[in-house]
């Protein structure tokens, strides 16, 4: 009898998990894939600010443009793969599994995202190889310095922000 129980148990899991991998939850929505092509105007403009500072000529603009688009096309997949496993951590968060199982899954789900994120960094560091491959040497200098920038507008942004939530923890 108990063995019965224990299938029925176990059979109902499996089947709550699958149902709930492919029931979409109410209010979610997959985000939708951003087209290279459809780029905003912010963007069009930071691009064009960064290659002003940097004194690109036509023919590394171009190159430039040719190794970004070969850097969305790797990472594309990549990224496709870790929203997929982001929802389905979403989606096993929202299902009524038991606690103990629904924390098993998270845990192996957090582990493919960790390996997906860390993939995506890979792919990212290869790609800015790439393009520092094309620069001149004052122009890799002027590009550490404004990496050197944006590390220092993060950290500020970053103080900000806990600055912001203390204050808010004690209210």
């Not at 709550?16 to 905003?40: D, L, M, R, W």
Request: proline share 3%; hydrophobic share 40%; charged share 35%.
């Amino acid at each position: 009898m108990k063995k019965v129980v224990v299938l029925m148990f176990v059979l109902g899991m499996v089947s709550a998990c699958a149902y709930a991998a492919e029931t979409p939850a109410a209010g979610i929505t997959p985000a939708p894939a951003q087209s290279v092509q459809k780029i905003n105007p912010e963007l069009k403009r930071r691009n064009a600010a960064f290659e002003k500072r940097l004194g690109l000529t036509e023919a590394q603009k171009a190159q430039a443009r040719e190794i970004r688009l070969r850097g969305h096309e790797k990472l594309k997949p990549v990224l496709e793969e870790l929203n997929n496993k982001k929802q389905e951590a979403k989606m096993v968060k929202l299902s009524r599994i038991a606690v103990w199982a629904q924390e098993e899954k998270l845990a192996a789900l957090d582990k493919e995202i960790s390996k997906l994120e860390k993939k995506a960094n890979q792919i990212r560091k290869a790609n800015m190889k790439e393009f520092e491959s094309i620069l001149t040497r004052d122009q890799k200098k002027i590009l550490k310095q404004m990496k050197k920038e944006g590390r220092q507008r993060y950290e500020k942004r970053k103080a900000e922000l806990q600055s912001l939530n203390s204050k808010q923890l004690k209210k």
